[in-house]
């Protein structure tokens, strides 16, 4: 029922960057933690980012992503985004956001079944 719709993707050369970002029309968005993953092909889906329910004060974050990409979010705007800079050719994926309404913590963070919903994705391509 909550549907998510990311946006914000594309093909950016080495050292570029993008935002993510992922919108829904949900009322309740506030209450949601969010997180972002990404799948490349051939590979497992791997958790990147995660930030908190509300004011989004507890973040987490993959260590291949730490220095380089930032979550945050905007009630307001129903919204999550993902800042990522300084993007390298092994960041190329599909990247997806999801919604929990479980209490967060590192554990749940990481662990895509504590996701109830998903955005369709949007593709990142980052070429050397």
């Known amino acids: 029922q909550v549907h998510l719709v990311e946006s914000g993707g594309g093909l950016v050369q080495a050292g570029g960057s993008l935002r993510l970002s992922c ?30 329910r509300n004011s989004g004060s507890i973040i987490y974050y993959a260590d291949s992503v730490k220095g380089r990409f930032t979550i945050s979010r905007d009630n307001a705007k129903n919204t999550v985004y993902l800042q990522m800079n300084s993007l390298k050719p092994e960041d190329t994926a599909v990247y997806h956001c999801a919604a929990a309404r479980i209490y967060y913590s590192s554990g749940v963070a990481y662990d895509s079944r504590n996701y109830a919903y998903w955005g369709r994705g949007t593709q990142v391509t980052v070429s050397s």
């Open 23 to 52: 919108a829904t029309s949900d009322r309740t968005f506030s209450t949601y933690a969010m997180g972002w993953f990404r799948q490349a092909p051939g590979k497992e889906r791997e958790f990147v980012a995660g930030i908190s």
